[in-house]
């Protein structure tokens, strides 16, 4: 018996302790998860706001404000897109182009450096 439970408990340990890859999941199965990653083509873009369509739904991804810094994403243009789901739309975290461009857009986790708006960035 214990070393069977040796054997158990020495496996979860090492389980805990590797690398969580991004998941990539389809956008109608999304769920607030931060670090997911979605891929697909951009439909429309407007201001730093895009719809991502990775031909099992598509959703709006939110990158911010437009006085915080701009993007020039275009219709048609592949992306990957990691970040977290938000009620309604995916909040952008760093945007991959097919050329292997990485735009980041902020780190994962807490309030983005906008919270507050421009008088907080001023200071």
Same mark, same amino acid.
């Given at each position: ?31 607030? &998860? ?12 407007? @201001? ?8 099992? @739904?598509?959703?709006?991804?939110? /990158? ?11 219709? @048609? ?14 909040? /952008? ?5 097919? &050329? ?15 919270? @507050?708006?421009?008088?907080?960035? /001023?200071?």
């Amino acid at each position: 018996m214990k070393p069977i439970l040796t054997t158990v408990l020495t496996s979860t340990l090492v389980a805990m302790t590797l690398p969580v890859a991004e998941a990539q999941i389809p956008i109608r199965d999304l769920q607030r &998860n931060p670090g997911t990653s979605i891929s697909g083509e951009i439909r429309s873009v407007v @201001g730093n706001e895009f719809i991502l369509d990775d031909g099992t @739904g598509q959703i709006i991804v939110d /990158a911010g404000p437009r006085w915080y810094h701009q993007l020039s994403l275009e219709p @048609g243009e592949q992306v990957t897109v990691v970040g977290e789901y938000d009620d309604y739309d995916f909040d /952008a975290f760093r945007i991959t182009r097919s &050329n292997g461009e990485v735009i980041q857009i902020r780190e994962g986790g807490g309030p983005p450096p906008w919270a @507050g708006g421009r008088r907080r960035l /001023a200071r």
